[in-house]
């Protein structure tokens, strides 16, 4: 059965906001989230913000930025789907190359929290993409790199998937990928996670250094199912923008 992702059916793309570690208190979050609150965005703030952008939200869906795969345990410091899910949670964004980098995340890692979102009833946004060294190789070499993520981050999973592939060169430094050659990797990721995953729904998202400048030149391609924003969502005025790209 081929299944119109949720929201999905009505909405063309999604454009997701990852705040990061941003911004530095609950009033300001609470202000942002008011900016944001967009049908076709979906905001993913730190983690003691979610109860209170939760009330907020009235338009836009609420994600966090990772989980535990654990449900409970001797596990200090970590947050598991199930506690998420109770606060509105919709989506969470995993494997985000940040947490592969700093807290040392494997894809056999990503893989078991795939699966704890999706048996938790959370949608996954799972993140994939190459260092430069690789992309420097050529456009193959990504998709050999990429590949070998998907191959272990989606094993045994189904269900309703988000991808974003997310160049690492790209996030944080105003030089995206170029439109037409993210657009071909992100039909190659579909082909892959769905050799991998043949039960899935997948869809998949640009994200790196995403302006309201560049948003129409990702936003407006077939292949692209949306965006994953991070320094410019940080702005009501400029997430705002992106999302009219979509409307
Ligand atoms: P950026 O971040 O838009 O600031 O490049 C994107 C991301 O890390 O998800």
Same mark, same amino acid.
């Given at each position: 059965?081929?299944? +119109? ?9 999604? !454009? ?25 965005? $979906? ?9 209170? $952008? ?13 989980? %535990? ?9 970590? $947050? ?9 949670? =919709? ?22 929290? !795939? ?21 420097? =190789? ?23 998937? !988000? ?75 400029? %997430?705002?923008?992106?999302? +009219?790209?979509?409307?």
């Amino acid at each position: 059965m081929k299944i +119109q992702c949720g929201k999905m059916k009505n909405m063309k793309k999604l !454009v997701i906001a990852n705040w990061k570690l941003h911004p530095a208190s609950l009033a300001e979050a609470v202000k942002l989230a008011r900016k944001s609150d967009k049908k076709g965005a $979906v905001i993913c703030p730190p983690f003691p913000f979610i109860p209170a $952008v939760s009330r907020v939200l009235k338009h836009a869906s609420l994600g966090a930025q990772d989980i %535990f795969w654990e449900e409970k345990g001797a596990y200090t410091g970590q $947050v598991s789907a199930v506690i998420l899910k109770q606060f509105h949670t =919709r989506y969470v964004i995993i494997g985000h190359s940040e947490r592969r980098s700093y807290a040392h995340e494997t894809d056999e890692m990503i893989n078991r929290k !795939v699966q704890a979102a999706q048996a938790a009833g959370l949608h996954p946004i799972l993140c994939v993409g190459e260092p430069l060294n690789v992309r420097r =190789r050529g456009i193959a070499a990504a998709k050999r790199f990429v590949a070998a993520q998907l191959k272990k981050d989606l094993a045994e999973t189904h269900g309703r998937i !988000v991808i974003a592939y997310e160049p690492i060169w790209a996030i944080g430094t105003g030089k995206p990928d170029k439109p037409e050659e993210s657009a071909e990797m992100i039909v190659f990721i579909k082909k892959t996670a769905r050799k991998i995953s043949p039960r899935a729904q997948i869809t998949c998202l640009y994200g790196g250094s995403v302006k309201p400048e560049n948003a129409r030149s990702f936003l407006s391609r077939k292949e692209i199912d949306g965006a994953l924003v991070g320094g410019a969502s940080l702005s009501g005025k400029s %997430f705002g923008a992106i999302l +009219q790209k979509v409307q």
